[in-house]
């Protein structure tokens, strides 16, 4: 993760987008790595909620949903 040193919030929340974004992809690449359904349930979910968060920080970039503008 980058350390900015920006007080720009824009910038911030594509930082961490990003570190959001490698998470969720690795979560989904190990999916296919175990076999225990338990764990791939908790990878899967976990993934979901990420690529929610994902699409939350997106709009909030480009304050496309009403409450961020």
Excluded: C, Y
């Excluded at 959001?20 to 296919?32: F, I, M, N, S």
């Excluded at 968060?53 to 909030?60: D, G, Q, T, Y």
């Amino acid at each position: 993760m980058k350390d900015l040193e920006t007080s720009d919030p824009r910038e911030h929340s594509q930082n961490i987008r990003s570190e959001l974004q490698k998470v969720a992809e690795h979560l989904r690449r190990d999916l296919a790595k175990v076999e225990d359904p338990q764990a791939k349930a908790l990878f899967e979910t976990s993934a979901e909620v990420l690529f929610g968060l994902i699409n939350a920080f997106s709009h909030f970039e480009a304050k496309s949903e009403e409450a961020w503008k």
